[in-house]
């Protein structure tokens, strides 16, 4: 009788042996995967800051690409991209820059006098460079992290304007 008994316990502690492996190795699994999770989210937000901002202008430039109506231009030290359009009879601008650490748009009738901090801020950055070349539009950001990235957009409208601003 004893022999059972002993087989009993020996069971019993088996049973809480595997039972403890398990649970270690479920731990192990969700700690492993906390780990991925958290280098996948990181990773999904460095690449949504390094192309939201140029996504974004490129799309701009897109809806708004006709004769004269995309110009660069400096309001102060501050690179500006300027789109025009044309709204009832009456020309509008839509001014895109960085200001205070953060990319703004401006939208204003012709007559009304540009104010940066004004704008609607959009997302962070920390600088932004607009330059137009030969038909394309190049564009810089660098990011609050040090990301830099350049982007080149080659416009449909031949026309180059720049414009200056006080």
């Known amino acids: 009788m004893k022999r059972e008994g002993n087989k009993f316990q020996t069971e019993k502690v088996l049973v809480l042996v595997l039972f403890a ?44 690409d006709c004769e004269g109506a995309v110009s660069v231009g400096k309001t102060g030290d501050t690179d500006v991209l300027q789109l025009t359009e044309w709204i009832d009879g009456k020309r509008y601008h839509t001014r895109i820059y960085c200001y205070e650490g953060f990319v703004r748009e401006f939208f204003s009738a012709e007559d009304v006098e540009f104010e940066p901090a004004a704008g609607e801020t959009l997302m962070e950055a920390e600088q932004m460079c607009f330059s137009l070349e030969d038909g394309s539009l190049f564009v810089t950001v660098r990011q609050k992290n040090g990301t830099i990235t350049e982007q080149r957009l080659t416009l449909r409208s031949a026309g180059e304007e720049v414009f200056h601003e006080k």
Do not use: H, M
Request: hydrophobic fraction near 45%; glycine fraction near 10%; aromatic fraction near 6%.
């Open 21 to 64: 492996v398990l649970a270690v190795c479920i731990i192990l699994v969700l700690l492993t995967g906390a780990g991925v999770y958290g280098r996948l989210t990181e990773r999904g937000r460095a690449a949504y800051e390094r192309r939201t901002v140029p996504q974004y202008i490129a799309t701009k430039i897109r809806q708004a």
